[in-house]
């Protein structure tokens, strides 16, 4: 899922809203992770590890 928060940021007085990823878990929710990636890449970089935690019940957010 995308932009499943509304996360508005300021920056040198213009809004911007930050793009928001879920992927949610097959089942039940074992855990939640939070993934925060490094500079000058992007959330769904790795989407494939998010979507393979899911996959194995763990419900992964990401922002970029």
């Not at 996360?7 to 939640?32: D, I």
Request: proline fraction near 5%; hydrophobic fraction near 40%.
């Amino acid at each position: 899922e995308q932009d499943v928060l509304d996360l508005p940021v300021v920056q040198f007085g213009t809004e911007v809203h930050l793009k928001a990823y879920r992927y949610p878990p097959k089942n039940y929710r074992k855990a939640v992770v939070f993934y925060l990636h490094g500079y000058g890449t992007y959330a769904n970089s790795n989407g494939a590890l998010a979507k393979y935690l899911a996959d194995y019940d763990f419900e992964v957010f990401a922002i970029d």
